[in-house]
């Protein structure tokens, strides 16, 4: 077992590497240091403050190790990205870390409920679904389930913003309160259209998940030795089921640390998709590529997890 | 003396391109208390579709449209499902062909025969373990307090088919339908499921339907032997009779084709064609395709039953031909 | 010849692709198993293909263009600009700011319209026709479909495929390359690349091929490790076949029906990608997600501006569902099994 966990994990940090290579090629090579600097600055800014500026983010050094062994920006970006040390925004020089740090509370407390709500939403209804498989009820759910997939989330946003908000006047529209007596009321509205605008596919995955569990053999067993439909669903299939709803969930983790770029932008809650929507605004080279970091490598953790959480759940897995 | 079971012109549909295809097809047996049935026939030919009617478990979106199981006088096809669940597992229970993917491999085995015996019987989770631990005992699992936590895929495929037994006859049923119990196994512990399943019958008298294609399994443990083809019942006689004097043709074939009948080095005569599709089925006897007697009306008429021997049936215009006395009554 | 203007690539481009959808047709109706399953596939869902087709011919239609014919001091027209068939449709058709379906005067202030009653779908706010920006929009939104798959399709086979075919070392490169693109956020891959990239259509398609190719080249490795093991396939290598034969008589021909649910599939995802990209600022110019972000705040107007985002919203909504419903039959006719587990 540790040894397992020590090769995965090992698996991984060889992941991290390979990303951390892709963003320097993305962000210093193809994007060059000159470029970023005058996205910030504007072109008409003259050399000297370009280099000033270039000093302050620390990309003043050649590119490459060939070019220079000792002080070069890939072994830099390493380093710094390994230990945490983000340095400054490209757009507005503040400390890319804190700003993490400031937005990761509003993140979570949107993607928490919503995940939590959204499989207790999905999960039960698509169990209804495919009880009633072969039926009119179960061609009508996934009929409801491609129509709700076909629409764009932005529309969605803008039509419950339109209908709660303009309509019937209910929710604040947008804006954010960390107090918790004022969350729950700046929540709900984000809540309520993220659980919608992912309920389509919820539902069809899921349906598709306890279809497939439901057509095996030891389903007609339990049949056979006279369970019924509903126990079967519940003590069986449902059992069986979680093991690839697991995977789903545990892989979804990592990113609720990430927000939600386009219900946190819409509904002005200061969280981390906030944040990445307000980097592309301003051309702010570091801080993406440090999300784009953090996210895989929440990724690489989720990936370890759920490998691990497979040993909970199915006994025929064993780590050799 | 009544039958335990009487299955009378039973007919299972399952929809297709031109309308609902039959796969079972006016099949009628009874199977007395504490005997041994074999139902015979190739794959495909519905023995199994069979068994899923009398159980009413046909998989979607095939139906039973006609006839009737009476267990016990009671028409199972006419109870209300809750009823039909209390028959299940209870009165008669199913063993499979493939004890590998029929036990639920997240649940430990113990758990799942638990759960057999909690749902027909209101009796604790403590006393149904006791009652499991023994049965496993009786069934010939080694050390079965250990082997009641274990999951299935620790089980070989052998002690697997033995959870299945004990878990068919946790509940004291009357009659148990094994559908290919030995198929999926090793040879030699093909030899030691059917000891443990001819000891089990003897001991208990339950009844059982034993679906097969394996005529060794048929001489081993049936008393009487139900001959099936492309959904129709062709022959159905005591084992001895029908074993050394097959009347129908299809059964003749059948038996010609068994290693054991023929010389070692020759070949094996084989039943000239393949079974056809439901959908090419001929309209008078369904094995007129292939048959090596076939005479006019054989491609017609489906043959009436004829009666050439006490406690023999068997459905063949040349057989009808040839016993016209018989062919009369 | 100093170059040609882009307007005549567009049009050749057009030209292949028509003649390549034509000779696809041929191959289709040549072979009886895609024959069939072209038959079946009408037989389940007529209306979603006919409405598929007709976003075709919207798209054909606005893809041919040429100069000239256009009357001297046309509103809203440069002189000498290669116009598309659609373009011409909707010649001299600009107002000055919105006005409302059919009406005969502006929406805000009254002022009478230059072209009163014949706008079906109203003028956005800079007075362009709302249907003339619809139908354009669906040319763009085939093109980030389309393009992204046939740059993406290709990759993810030529890895998938050596990976799963010669194992190895490339085998563990391909692996490790996927597992790394698959670890970053998809949707902050895509805003890195488009923003390193610059903004523009190509940027995009590439961005999202980049970010779509790997699960299509997980899933034909997995393929090409079963193919492989297949017993004429190991006879054909016994027998001295070259590999690439091998590969392209007797891999490729059986990840075929793959490829075609994938391209379904995929592209009903591309195109909702595209739509959030726009939001964010760096979609495609044209698209119905440029005309939905460009209307999100008409909605809060007081009397509010509809039919802006509802057209655009409703082109969307049904060029995805047809698609969908396309892509559900597909799979279902052509692979029942091999792709429902790992949606």
Request: proline share 6%.
């Amino acid at each position: 077992m540790a040894a397992y966990v020590i090769r995965r994990l090992a698996y991984g940090v060889g992941v991290v590497f390979g990303v951390l290579f892709l963003l320097f090629v993305l962000f210093f090579a193809v994007t060059e240091p000159d470029d970023i600097a005058r996205k910030a600055l504007g072109d008409k800014a003259p050399p000297e403050v370009l280099e000033i500026w270039k000093q302050n983010h620390g990309y003043d050094r050649p590119l490459w190790p060939w070019q220079d062994w000792g002080d070069n920006l890939l072994f830099d970006h390493y380093r710094k990205m390994l230990s945490f040390d983000f340095g400054l925004s490209d757009a507005d020089d503040s400390p890319i870390l804190d700003r993490i740090r400031a937005g990761m509370g509003p993140s979570l407390s949107l993607t928490v409920p919503l995940l939590v709500l959204s499989l207790v939403v999905a999960i039960p209804l698509s169990l209804v679904v495919a009880f009633f498989r072969e039926t009119y009820i179960d061609r009508m759910g996934v009929f409801l389930c491609v129509l709700a997939m076909s629409v764009s989330t932005l529309l969605y946003i803008i039509g419950a913003q339109f209908l709660i908000g303009k309509l019937l006047r209910w929710y604040p529209i947008s804006g954010f309160d960390s107090s918790l007596a004022m969350l729950p009321r700046f929540l709900a509205l984000p809540l309520i259209v993220g659980v919608v605008s992912g309920l389509g596919s919820d539902v069809r995955f899921y349906r598709t998940v306890f279809l497939e569990e439901s057509s095996r053999d030891f389903v007609r067993t339990a049949r056979a030795k006279g369970a019924g439909e509903s126990r079967i669903m519940l003590g069986h299939v449902l059992r069986n089921a979680m093991i690839p709803i697991l995977t789903r969930v545990v892989l979804a983790i990592p990113f609720l640390f990430m927000g939600s770029i386009l219900i946190e932008s819409f509904f002005g809650i200061p969280g981390l998709g906030s944040m990445t929507v307000d980097a592309i605004q301003a051309n702010d080279f570091s801080t993406l590529r440090t999300m784009v970091y953090i996210g895989s490598l929440l990724f690489v953790l989720g990936q370890v997890a759920t490998d691990l959480s497979y040993g909970l759940v199915d006994p025929r897995v064993r780590f050799e | 003396m009544s039958a335990l079971l009487e299955v009378r012109d039973l007919r299972t549909v399952f929809p297709g391109e031109g309308g609902p295809t039959p796969v079972v097809d006016g099949v009628s047996f009874d199977l007395d208390r504490g005997e041994v049935l074999a139902l015979v026939g190739e794959s495909g030919s519905g023995k199994s579709m069979t068994a899923f009617s009398i159980l009413r478990l046909v998989p979607k979106p095939g139906r039973v449209v006609a006839g009737s199981v009476r267990l016990g006088g009671e028409d199972l096809l006419g109870l209300s499902v809750t009823a039909m669940r209390r028959v299940r597992g209870r009165r008669i229970s199913m063993i499979f062909q493939e004890p590998m993917t029929c036990l639920n491999p997240v649940v430990r085995v113990g758990e799942q025969v638990v759960e057999a015996i909690r749902l027909h019987e209101d009796v604790s989770r403590a006393d149904a373990r006791d009652r499991t631990r023994a049965l496993f005992a009786e069934v010939g699992i080694p050390d079965p307090e250990a082997r009641l936590d274990a999951y299935p895929h620790q089980l070989s495929g052998g002690l697997k088919q033995r959870v299945m037994i004990a878990m068919a006859l946790s509940t004291r049923p009357e009659m148990l339908i094994a559908d290919e119990p030995t198929t999926a196994l090793d040879v030699t512990v093909q030899a030691q499921i059917l000891t443990l399943l001819r000891e089990l019958q003897q001991s208990r008298g339950t009844a059982i339907l034993l679906i097969t294609h394996d005529l060794g399994i048929v001489n081993e443990l049936a008393d009487r032997v139900a001959v099936m083809y492309a959904g129709r019942l062709v022959e159905i006689a005591p084992r001895v009779p029908l074993l050394t004097e097959p009347l129908h043709p299809y059964t003749q074939g059948l038996l010609r084709s068994m290693p054991a009948r023929g010389r070692p080095g020759e070949p094996l005569p084989e039943i000239p064609g393949v079974v056809p599709r439901a959908s090419e089925w001929p309209r008078g006897c369904r094995f007129s395709t292939r048959c090596p007697v076939r005479f006019e009306p054989c491609a017609e008429t489906y043959p009436a039953e004829s009666h050439p021997a006490a406690g023999r049936r068997v459905f063949c215009h040349d057989v009808e031909r040839r016993l016209p006395s018989e062919g009369a009554r | 010849m100093s170059g040609l203007d882009p307007y005549v690539w567009s049009n050749l481009v057009t030209v292949a692709l028509v003649v390549g959808g034509l000779a696809l047709a041929r191959f289709v109706r040549g072979q009886r198993l895609w024959r069939e399953a072209s038959v079946e596939l009408w037989r389940r869902r007529r209306v979603a293909i006919v409405v598929v087709g007709v976003y075709l011919v919207i798209a054909l239609l606005d893809s041919i263009a040429w100069k000239g014919g256009v009357p001297e001091g046309t509103v809203g027209v440069l002189p000498n600009a290669p116009l598309t068939v659609v373009d011409r449709l909707f010649l001299d058709t600009k107002e000055a700011s919105y006005s409302a379906p059919l009406a005969d005067v502006e929406f805000y202030g009254g002022r009478p319209l230059r072209r009163p009653g014949t706008h079906l779908l109203g003028t956005d706010i800079l007075g362009r026709d709302v249907l003339y920006m619809s139908l354009k929009g669906a040319r763009v939104a085939l093109l980030i479909g389309g393009l992204t798959s046939l740059i993406a399709i290709p990759i993810a086979l030529f890895f998938g495929v050596g990976a799963g075919y010669f194992g190895g070392r490339f085998d563990d490169f391909v692996f490790f390359l996927i597992s790394t693109l698959a670890s970053m956020p998809g949707i902050l891959l895509l805003i890195a690349l488009i923003m390193v990239m610059g903004r523009g259509t190509l940027s995009v398609c590439v961005a999202l091929a980049v970010t779509g190719w790997v699960g299509f080249c997980r899933l034909s490795r997995a393929e090409t490790l079963k193919l492989r093991e297949l017993d004429y396939v190991v006879a054909a290598r016994a027998l001295g076949v070259s590999e690439p034969r091998i590969i392209w008589r007797h891999v490729l021909p059986n990840l075929a029906h793959l490829i075609v649910i994938t391209f379904v599939l995929m592209f009903s995802g591309l195109v909702l990608s595209e739509a959030v990209l726009s939001w964010l600022g760096i979609g495609v110019d044209g698209s119905w997600g440029q005309m939905i972000d460009g209307a999100r705040d008409e909605l809060s107007r007081e009397p509010i501006v509809w039919w802006n985002i509802g057209a655009a919203g409703t082109a969307l909504f049904g060029l995805i569902l047809a698609v969908n419903a396309v892509g559900d039959a597909v799979r279902d006719v052509l692979d029942p099994r091999t792709l429902r587990a790992g949606e």
